[in-house]
């Protein structure tokens, strides 16, 4: 069983910066693709970001395009979310999630999930 830990999140002004941290207990973490989700209130559940194994493949929803940055250390079974040019409407509980592919539809291990609030 691998067990994500998430790290990072608080509360921020507009236009402020924070960085999510999501790391494994288990090195096989690094031969997985990890996406990060996030539920606003009121809102379903979004993946704002994906990165395969490698880095080499990554993709973004349109709302984050820009702003955030997914990256990962693998020496250190960690994955990153950079969010930059945060705005009110970024607010939400944010998860990471691993999976086997990068293509595959099925998340297998989630993160406890982490708040993120933006004010304006």
Not at 9 to 25: E, F, K, N, P, Y
Not at 86 to 113: F, I, M, R
């Amino acid at each position: 069983q691998v067990q994500l830990v998430q790290s990072g999140g608080g509360s921020v002004q507009a236009g402020g910066s924070l960085r999510l941290s999501c790391a494994a207990t288990d090195d096989i973490f690094s031969s997985y693709a990890v996406g990060w989700f996030r539920q606003g209130p009121g809102k379903e559940r979004e993946e704002v970001a994906v990165i395969n194994w490698s880095g080499g493949r990554i993709d973004y929803a349109d709302s984050v395009k820009g702003r955030f940055t997914i990256s990962r250390d693998n020496a250190k079974n960690t994955v990153y979310l950079q969010m930059n040019s945060l705005k009110p409407e970024d607010t939400a509980v944010y998860y990471c999630a691993s999976k086997e592919t990068y293509y595959s539809d099925h998340y297998n291990y989630w993160g406890q999930g982490t708040q993120v609030t933006v004010s304006s």
